[in-house]
């Protein structure tokens, strides 16, 4: 039951930034979005050889391996896997910054899986679903919650329909893009063991990268305010689809303020036990 939440993002200013032109799209029908990621809203399309220019890059969710994002002339982002560029590397400035300069990170020791009582608790609220099928606001699915990127789901190399096994798979090859963005969004001064961080993944993979970046919850934890506090008050919040409070998930913020306040003695973020 993934749900997508609808917000604005916030236009990084960029100066004197030198564009980089000229690259190809190599892919069919690239959506360009409204921040970088795929939780973001589609600004357009880009169709296989058409060119672009590059403004500056970023860094995201990884995309077959590729964390780069791209911000084109047009103001919105594609990932860097779908643009030619011949190198995983920058070709110009990164967004925010000057030309050529590296991708910053909060962390890099942070723990990009969850832990089983994090997998459980996301199965469990997802629901296991054998075949490509509309969740219950329409978005295309399969397995534990992973929303299709390509018609009928093409992206992902298990074979339909899914066994419980195979979309357990699936769901662990999901859940990094969720952390590595969670992890982008915290400063090193938050100190997460790993129910609490387990919680928190399951909340940015039901409502978006996009939107954990922009939330008090996260605002709150970066400020320094004690996490228990923070997480009991601020989950039950994201309860709302549709302009409506929905009991489901009521239910899963309930679970999640109580796996985060499951005590551990393994630290997840900043650094990996």
């Not at 600004?43 to 077959?64: A, D, F, H, L, M």
């Not at 791209?70 to 560029?85: E, H, I, L, N």
């Not at 390509?150 to 769901?171: D, G, I, R, S």
């Not at 409070?245 to 999640?256: H, K, P, S, W």
Request: with cysteine; proline share 5%; net charge positive.
């Amino acid at each position: 039951m993934k749900l997508t939440y609808f917000f604005i993002g916030t236009l990084i200013a960029v100066t004197v930034m030198p564009h980089a032109s000229g690259y190809a799209i190599n892919s069919d029908v690239v959506s360009c979005r409204s921040g970088p990621g795929t939780t973001y809203g589609i600004v357009r399309t880009y169709k296989k050889g058409q060119n672009v220019s590059i403004t500056c890059q970023t860094t995201g969710p990884s995309v077959n391996g590729d964390s780069l994002w791209d911000k084109t002339s047009d103001g919105c982002y594609v990932a860097d896997y779908y643009v030619s560029t011949g190198t995983g590397n920058y070709v110009t400035g990164k967004c925010g910054g000057g030309e050529g300069s590296p991708p910053s990170s909060n962390s890099s020791g942070y723990c990009k899986a969850v832990n089983q009582a994090g997998l459980d608790l996301i199965s469990k609220w997802e629901g296991f679903v054998a075949s490509p099928a509309p969740d219950p606001i329409g978005l295309p699915t399969v397995g534990y919650g992973h929303l299709c990127q390509q018609k009928n789901c093409a992206e992902v190399k298990y074979k339909f329909p899914l066994t419980k096994a195979t979309a357990q798979q699936l769901l662990n090859d999901d859940i990094p893009k969720y952390s590595s963005c969670l992890a982008s969004y915290l400063n090193s001064r938050v100190k997460l063991n790993d129910n609490q961080w387990a919680a928190l993944v399951s909340w940015v993979f039901n409502n978006g990268c996009g939107n954990a970046q922009s939330s008090t919850l996260v605002k709150r934890l970066n400020d320094g305010e004690d996490p228990d506090t923070v997480a009991e008050q601020e989950l039950p919040k994201w309860r709302m689809a549709g302009g409506h409070v929905l009991q489901g998930l009521v239910n899963r913020r309930a679970d999640e303020v109580r796996l985060f306040k499951t005590a551990s003695s393994k630290q997840a973020y900043p650094s990996c036990q």
